[in-house]
Structure formats: C-alpha cells, structure tokens
C-alpha cells in the first residue's frame, strides 16, 4: 500500500499565503530606510478588503439605519403632538423643532462631528437633514390627526 497513510501521523493543513510587506511604493525606488508604516500603507491600498470605504451595499444600510431612526421618531413625536392636542402652526413648529433635533442627534451619533462622514454616506448632510423630509412629514401628520381624534373624542 504505497499510498495509505500511517496511524498516528497527521499533516499540516495548508496556510493561505500571507501578504508580504512590499518596499516599493509606486514610483519610488526602494530604499534600505524605508520605513515599516510606509511598506504598511502600500499594502493597505492594494488590498481591496483592508479597509472598504464608500462601499455601495454599506452606504445602502447606513442611509436605511437613518431612514428607520427617522420614520420611528417622527411617528412617535407626531403621536405626542396629537394627544398635546396641538394645532395649526404649533404642530408644525413641533415637527420642525423635532425634525432637526432628531437630526442632530442622529448626525452626531451616526456620523460624528469630525469630519469623516463620507466614509458612511455619499453625503451626510443631505442623507440625515435633507432627503425624505416629506416622508417624516406624511408620518407625522398622520399620527398627529389620528391622535388627535381620538383624544379629542
């Protein structure tokens, strides 16, 4: 049996090869000094899944996690509204000075106040401010008049 394998020995699975530091950076000859963080960072930017950024399927969920914090808190802010049993221009006052509230809040926490937003969205300002504001508003109407209604009753 030439082929068969002997009790008791176990061979070494293979390892995947690893990435090798490379000393030259594009355009630059290869010096001796050269340092580690230099070799690092080459790497990194050749490497397409060291750090993926500006990632479509990643940007899709960050604006959803937006839309969904939003959709919760203009229904729930609409609701309080209703049962205030605001009208006419406080109720929109209302859904004004929650709507940016609610947008700072979420622009700090989500995307933070230093700078690196468009590492998460396409454009922060307009994905956490601007864009779907007459969905919020739909929402909050709608939970405003029904709560309304129904306390007013």
């Given amino acids: 049996m030439a082929g068969a394998k002997k009790h008791g020995t176990t061979q070494k699975p293979s390892q995947p090869p690893q990435l090798k530091a490379k000393t030259h ?3 630059k000859p290869s010096t001796k000094k050269s ?3 230099q070799s690092t960072t080459a790497v990194i930017k050749n490497d397409p899944f060291a750090r993926q950024l500006n990632y479509k399927p990643n940007i899709d ?8 914090i939003k959709d919760i808190t203009s229904l729930s802010f609409g609701t309080a509204c209703g049962i205030l049993k605001l009208t006419s221009l406080n109720g929109f006052l209302f859904f ?3 709507n940016i509230f609610t947008s700072l809040l979420t622009y700090a926490v989500l995307v933070g ?9 396409v ?7 601007v864009n779907d504001v007459g969905r919020y508003l739909a ?10 209604a129904l306390v007013s009753t």
Avoid: E
């Fill in 123 to 129: 454009s922060p300002f307009n994905d956490v401010f």
């Fill in 96 to 98: 004004l000075a929650t």
């Fill in 113 to 121: 106040f230093m700078n690196k937003g468009t590492d998460y969205f």
């Fill in 139 to 148: 929402s909050y109407l709608m939970m405003w008049c029904l709560f309304y």
């Fill in 25 to 27: 950076v594009s355009g």
């Fill in 61 to 68: 969920y960050n604006r959803n996690v937006v839309i969904r």
């Fill in 35 to 37: 340092s580690k963080n």
